[in-house]
């Protein structure tokens, strides 16, 4: 768990080369929705390739490895036992064997196989979800949360 500034701090001395962002989770599911929302409205903004993978993170496999990146940051809905909107940077490790949101892979295996066949650092970017029941609208922690990524994330790789 992690405050903005410290969020800033680490992307900030991780973020290397070219960085690919990945959005995972389902708009239809309330606050499970962040990692799209986010690399959404980011699109145009930042000097990033941007991904957003919905669902399914394992269908873009190839995209992911043609994009040929140094740095992939997985923006992800992830119950890290924190509040509503929380912030942290996840390891494969702290992930590994359990699923974070409602994907079909785990996001554990998905970062392996990633990891195994390009020379990218992996990490995820956690929002602490409120709810995720389907139809649900986006809670106002976690779109606070998004909006605040989004503005750390234009500073950082923000386009000249």
């Known amino acids: 768990m992690s405050e903005a500034a410290d969020i800033r701090t680490e992307l900030s001395r991780r973020f290397k080369g070219n960085v690919l962002l ?26 990033a390739v941007l991904l957003n993978a919905g669902e399914v993170p394992e269908s873009y ?7 040929q990146p140094e740095t992939i940051a997985v923006i992800d809905a992830a119950d890290f036992g924190a509040a509503p909107g929380d912030l942290a940077v996840l390891e494969a490790e702290d992930i590994a064997g359990r ?15 990633i990891k195994r066949y390009s020379r990218a650092e992996v ?12 139809g649900e609208p986006m809670s106002p922690e976690v779109a606070a949360s998004v909006n605040a990524l989004a503005e750390i994330l234009q500073d950082l790789l923000g386009k000249e």
């Open 22 to 47: 990945i959005g995972i989770g389902n708009t239809l599911r309330g606050d499970d929705g962040a990692g799209p929302a986010l690399v959404e409205s980011l699109e145009g903004k930042v000097n």
């Open 61 to 67: 496999i190839g995209r992911i490895l043609d994009a």
């Open 99 to 113: 699923s974070i949101s409602t994907h079909r892979m785990t996001l554990g295996l998905f970062f392996r196989f």
């Open 123 to 134: 990490f995820a970017l956690g929002i602490h979800p409120a709810h995720i029941g389907f």
